[in-house]
């Protein structure tokens, strides 16, 4: 299977990021750029998102990025720094870096910026990679 | 304003805490219980629950903790560990506990059980406590 | 092997452990009590102990309590957030929390106190159980 | 006062930074190369650096980055995802990216590589940055 179908996949079966509104722009060996519009079911009184939304779309970024070598990959833990409020109507874009593969583990780096390329959120995780594949399932 | 009249008016006002179905079964100083019913619509295909989910509901019960004491609480970072898979039907619930409060900055981890009483993930997270108060907004 | 044993083996051969002058207070299955004096060496030209240190002492905490079991554990990532900051001459001191112990991962938390009994740093550490055994090595 | 002057200032009176060993080999705005052999007196008996050899070097690049810019920076919290094991005589060498830069708050990503240029480990810190100077201390 290609990146592409493998995320296909993925995301076919992911109702969460299909609630969420997400958009995939790239797919690619341990890329995924996705986009998201922050809508008003995703915000607080003040007009910002939720923490959850920011890092969701994060993960789900990552999970793609992760997946797409064709291995199942499997979250062991993130960090998500917050750096500046998702305002409503934000459109937040991810950009994943792949900081290290190698047989049983992979790490990345996920940012996510507005449409003024402003950075809203970072995201660094852990993911184990199983023995499993994604092709014949 | 006590801890429940803070968390009431920050749940009343957040749609996507609302979104996820999250119930509240206590507040108090530095405390927030909080469960969760893990649905379809939360689910991947295997039938899992994005890790969002896990994440978004722990962020909403350090959200609620962190700002009980009548100070605005903003979280800098946080690091999810993710320990079992949720479940489509699993109930989650939450455990606060306040590892350290100083005047600018405070620190919590919050624990998610799924109804067996089995860890699920945990989330370490500091927030920036700000010098606005939460009465007469 | 018991705790003490496999402990004994990882701290003899563990010259930075020593160079730090830990001492250890107290070993068992996924506990560490280790106490550190903070001395000249360790510290800024404001009296400060370097970041290095609150850190490299949970990290030894978190080895050996991981190790403990008799089975080979291996840190993953971990992170520490910084409450107080430790002066020269304080005695730090940690204590371990197994928060989940699997098959293949477990995750600890390590608080770093005073002599005072103030919370200087909380590490929280995600690590890989391997199939490899402490005895007859 | 210039970033060499203000990294001058701090590893002059940082004697933990001298006992391993670092040298500087590039000071700038946001930047930090500093290299490390790794001694015997920092491995444990499998001939391995204790996971806080990485991590002290790590949070020496990140201070002296963070501070260069002459304004007084403090560690909130900092996570360590170890990917390769850092052997008895690797020279161990970091590169610093400036991810995030507020009035309050910055955010780095360190990565520590070993002579061969693999990557041995990741540092993602957030600072606080206090309203102090540098100058004219």
Chains 1, 2, 3, 4 share one sequence.
Not at 9 to 16: A, T, V
Not at 99 to 120: D, M
Request: proline share 2%; charged share 20%.
């Amino acid at each position: 299977m290609t990146p592409k179908e493998i995320v296909d996949k993925m995301y076919n079966n992911d109702p969460f990021s299909q609630w969420l509104g997400i958009r995939r722009i790239e797919d690619g060996k341990g890329i995924s750029i996705l986009e998201l519009e922050v809508r008003s079911e995703m915000c607080n009184g003040f007009g910002i998102a939720h923490g959850g939304i920011a890092y969701s779309l994060a993960d789900s970024a990552l999970a793609f990025a992760a997946n797409s070598h064709g291995q199942l990959a499997l979250s062991i833990n993130s960090t998500i720094s917050y750096l500046k409020p998702a305002q409503l109507g934000d459109v937040l874009k991810t950009a994943v870096e792949e900081i290290f593969r190698g047989s049983k583990n992979a790490s990345y780096i996920v940012r996510v910026t507005n449409q003024k390329g402003e950075l809203i959120a970072v995201v660094n995780g852990a993911v184990h990679l199983s023995q499993k594949l994604w092709f014949d399932k």
